[in-house]
C-alpha cells in the first residue's frame, strides 16, 4: 500500500539520520520530568484520590462539557482556579496544548494582530495556523523589537485589537519574559497580553501563582496542570467574556470530551494544598539555587541560571546526544535537545530540576557534566 510505504521511507529516513523517536521506559534520577514539586507520586495527590474516590467522583466524564460531560467538580475547580490565580474566570481543558489552541484559534479576529515572541511554544503555533488574525513574530525577550513590529503593522494599516503571546518561563532556555515591561506595553496599545504560565506555575510567584499575577494590563494566562502542579489538563484564566467566547465559539473546547471529572477533583486539591503549605514551593526554590551555584562551578554561563529548566548548551548533535547517553547510562534521567526543537547549532541538555532529586543529587549530576566537558575539550 502507497500509504504505508510512504510512512516506512519518512521512519526509515528519520533513522538514517539518527532523528527517529522511539518511546522509552523511565530510567535513572529525574532531571527530565516538568514534576518541578514533585506532586506526582505524592502523598497529597494519593489522599486526595482516595477522597474522590469515596465521595463518588467519577472517574470519566462521558461526553463533551456541552452536552452532559460537564461535571459539579468542573465548575468547582474553574471557580476556585480564578480565585486562586486573580482572574474574573477560569476554563478547564484537556490539556495545555489544546488550551493554547483554543485560545489562539477563537479569540482574535480577522484584522487583529497576534504579536508573539520567536520561542513561544508550539501549541500556541498551532492555534495561531488556523487563525484568522494576522501574525507577526518578535525577537526573543526583546521588547523594543515588539514595540518595532507593533509599529510596523500599524503604519501598515493594521488597526485590529493586538495580542501579545508570550510565555513567562521559557521551556528550553528557561529565561524569564520581561513581563513588567510587556505589559506597559500592552497598556500603551490596548493589547491583550496573553501569558503562557506552563513552567512558572507552582513554582514562581506567591503560592506558585506565576509569574503574570497583578499585571497592569488586561492579561489571558495558561496555567498546565501536568508539571509544577503533577496532574494533568489546563486552566486559562481570564476576564468572564474570554471565557464564555472560548465556551461557545473555541473548536478544541465544544467538540473534545470533558476531562475527566477525578482529574479535575486532584487539581482541586493541589490548589488548595499551594494554598495553604508553602514547604514545597520554598525547597523549590532552594534547589534551584543549589543547582545554580554548582552548574556555575560547572561551567554553565550567568545568563543560563535563571529557572528550574538549565541548558547545559553543547552546539553539536551528536556530541550532544552522545553526553545524553553517557549520563543516563552513568543513572542521570537527562535528554538531549536538537533542532527542530531549538535552533541550529544551540543543541543543549535541557537539565530540569525537579522534585525528586537531592542537591546531593545534583552536586553529583553538575561533576559528572563538568568531567565530560573537560575529557572532550
Not at 473555541?250 to 490548589?271: D, E, K, M, Y
Not at 553526553?323 to 530540569?352: E, H, K, W, Y
Request: with cysteine.
Amino acid at each position: 500500500m502507497k500509504a504505508l510505504d510512504r510512512l516506512n521511507a519518512m521512519l526509515e529516513t528519520l533513522g538514517a539520520r539518527h532523528r527517529r523517536r522511539v518511546l522509552a521506559p523511565r530510567r535513572g534520577l529525574d532531571f527530565a520530568s516538568n514534576d518541578y514539586l514533585g506532586l506526582a507520586e505524592s502523598a497529597v495527590l494519593r489522599k486526595a484520590a482516595q477522597q474522590a474516590l469515596d465521595r463518588g467522583v467519577p472517574l470519566g466524564s462521558g461526553g463533551s462539557r456541552l452536552l452532559r460531560g460537564n461535571h459539579p467538580e468542573h465548575e468547582a475547580l474553574e471557580a476556585e482556579a480564578a480565585a486562586f490565580f486573580g482572574s474574573e474566570a477560569a476554563l478547564f481543558m484537556g490539556g495545555g496544548f489544546q488550551a493554547n489552541q483554543a485560545i489562539f484559534s477563537t479569540l482574535p479576529a480577522a484584522g487583529d494582530l497576534i504579536l508573539y515572541d520567536d520561542l513561544v511554544h508550539a501549541s500556541a503555533h498551532e492555534g495561531m495556523r488556523t487563525s484568522r488574525a494576522d501574525t507577526r513574530s518578535f525577537a526573543h525577550n526583546d521588547v523594543a523589537d515588539a514595540r518595532r513590529a507593533l509599529a510596523d503593522w500599524q503604519a501598515a494599516g493594521g488597526a485590529g485589537q493586538v495580542w501579545i503571546a508570550v510565555e513567562s518561563v521559557y521551556s528550553m532556555e528557561g529565561d524569564i519574559a520581561p513581563l513588567t515591561a510587556l505589559s506597559d506595553l500592552a497598556v500603551k496599545y490596548d493589547a491583550v497580553l496573553v501569558v503562557d504560565e506552563a513552567h512558572a506555575t507552582g513554582v514562581f510567584g506567591s503560592n506558585g501563582k506565576g509569574l503574570a499575577h497583578g499585571l497592569k494590563a488586561e492579561v489571558l494566562t495558561l496555567h498546565t496542570c501536568g508539571k509544577g502542579l503533577g496532574v494533568s489538563g489546563g486552566l486559562i484564566c481570564g476576564a468572564q467574556v474570554m471565557i464564555d467566547a472560548l465556551i461557545n465559539r473555541a473548536r478544541p473546547f465544544i467538540f473534545a470530551t470533558a476531562p475527566s471529572p477525578f482529574n479535575a477533583a486532584l487539581v482541586r486539591a493541589v490548589i488548595e494544598h499551594l494554598n495553604t503549605d508553602t514547604s514545597r514551593i520554598e525547597a523549590a526554590a532552594a534547589r534551584i539555587a543549589h543547582a545554580h551555584n554548582v552548574a556555575r562551578q560547572a561551567g554553565v554561563p550567568e545568563d543560563l541560571l535563571n529557572s528550574q529548566i538549565i541548558p547545559v548548551i553543547l552546539g553539536d548533535e551528536a556530541r550532544t546526544m552522545q553526553m545524553a547517553a553517557t549520563l543516563q547510562a552513568q543513572g542521570f534521567d537527562i535528554r538531549g535537545i536538537r533542532p527542530p526543537t531549538v535552533p541550529r547549532g544551540t543543541s543543549r541538555l535541557r537539565v530540569s530540576i525537579t522534585g525528586n532529586v537531592s542537591d546531593a543529587d545534583i552536586s553529583a549530576l553538575f561533576d559528572a557534566v563538568s568531567q565530560h566537558q573537560s575529557e572532550a575539550a
